[in-house]
């Protein structure tokens, strides 16, 4: 074992993964079963929204364990008629989180709905409902029985809770909060699929993330769990919402299937034969492929337990966790961005997930964000560094990773006394 890092550590780039990358930062899993069923549709006559797309949402929901499941061309796509479904308008405002991959929010912009940021914890780095309970206490005010935030005037409808990196919000309190105030909730569960939490304490009662809310959306990019190469799912128990999805993301089209007989504006937003074949592929081996990643996960604990600057991930006991990342966090913004670089430099690739939303360049402008507004979310993401991270990454390319991450530490702390 110890032979096989050393050679990793002398081998030069291989051509494979070009740029002089020896472990990439994710890898899609794809086998001679994926390629099989994808061959299939190319000798079918259908390649848009035919009998693969139909079994997949069918596979899909009967394993989320929601009412209807809705094939989309991306989570983002996803995301954006979620938002549509619920009628949110440029009246309106959503309560999400600034630290989260830049869909989430910027499906909010698409609709001119206001995002209304609150605060992660520093634990899990997702959005705190503490924070939220208090901003809805103290920020909000009630007009002719609508919810409305003081500072814009607009009217609040709605919660978007990320369940970061694979690890559900803690859903209880936020169930309760949208009761409360009577808040939608919308689930972007595109790093989660197969996650569980906790939403009775007291009832010891799990839920899969995604099938909490009023509407819950997956992604399928090839560095998530599983892949269609670009593809999502909404996922929702209300018919009225995937009657209204199944309608938009098919260019308005109404359920009785009259090709050219458009009843309300609509996108394509469909899901290719190709991509649904995959999907079906892939969620076959979902139990296996969610195991892999697990154990990949594990190792990276085992190694990194001892690496006294650097924190690994934490899963809190409310949670049954779907790796989709492996994200690490350094004593310091400084360090991670050293080793960050240390790495590169011995072809191991990584990833400051994620930048805060607020303050990328385009958000400042438009809302005048700047540093300071968020602290927890600032500081986090500074320090924060996803790791390579994929089912067949080998217990010797990890040791290799952590090897490079020591080094990386030592060489920046005997810099930084100097
Ligand atoms: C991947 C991702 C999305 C968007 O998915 P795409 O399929 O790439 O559009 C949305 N939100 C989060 C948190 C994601 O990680």
Request: charged share 30%.
């Amino acid at each position: 074992m110890k032979e096989k890092v050393i050679e990793l550590l002398h081998s030069t780039s291989s051509s494979k993964n070009g740029e002089g990358i020896k472990i990439p930062v994710s890898r899609p899993d794809i086998t001679e079963k994926e390629r099989r069923e994808v061959i299939e549709v190319l000798k079918s006559p259908h390649l848009s929204m035919g009998p693969r797309h139909r079994k997949f949402e069918e596979i899909f929901r009967e394993y989320i364990g929601s009412s209807y499941a809705l094939t989309v061309s991306s989570g983002t796509a996803g995301l954006h008629l979620a938002i549509r479904a619920l009628r949110l308008n440029s009246q309106d405002a959503v309560i999400t989180t600034p630290f989260s991959f830049i869909s989430s929010s910027n499906v909010l912009l698409f609709e001119d709905v206001l995002p209304i940021f609150v605060d992660i914890e520093s634990d899990t780095l997702n959005i705190d409902p503490e924070r939220v309970r208090d901003y809805l206490k103290k920020k909000t005010k009630v007009l002719n029985g609508a919810l409305i935030d003081r500072e814009s005037g607009r009217f609040i409808k709605a919660i978007l809770p990320v369940h970061i990196f694979g690890h559900p919000v803690d859903m209880e309190p936020l169930i309760e909060l949208g009761k409360e105030y009577d808040l939608r909730i919308i689930e972007d569960a595109c790093e989660a699929i197969g996650s569980e939490v906790l939403i009775s304490q007291s009832a010891k009662k799990w839920k899969k993330a995604g099938t909490i809310g009023d509407v819950g959306v997956f992604a399928f990019y090839p560095n998530k769990q599983i892949t269609t190469g670009e593809g999502g799912m909404v996922v929702t128990d209300d018919p009225d919402i995937a009657s209204y999805i199944r309608s938009v993301r098919n260019q308005g089209r109404g359920e009785g299937g009259v090709w050219l007989l458009h009843e309300r504006l609509g996108y394509n937003y469909r899901m290719d034969e190709l991509s649904a074949a995959l999907g079906i592929a892939q969620m076959r081996r979902i139990g296996e492929i969610l195991k892999m990643r697990e154990e990949v996960a594990s190792r990276y604990n085992e190694l990194l337990k001892d690496v006294e600057e650097v924190t690994t991930p934490i899963v809190k006991p409310y949670v049954k966790m779907s790796w989709f990342v492996y994200v690490v966090r350094f004593r310091s913004g400084e360090m991670r961005d050293y080793v960050m670089s240390y790495l590169k430099k011995k072809g191991v690739e990584s990833r400051p997930y994620f930048p805060p939303i607020h303050l990328q360049p385009f958000y400042r402008k438009l809302f005048g964000y700047r540093e300071g507004m968020y602290p927890v979310t600032e500081e986090e993401s500074k320090k924060t560094l996803a790791l390579p991270f994929y089912n067949r990454l080998t217990f010797e390319e990890q040791k290799y990773v952590v090897y490079c991450i020591r080094e990386g530490i030592a060489e920046w702390l005997r810099k930084s006394v100097t």
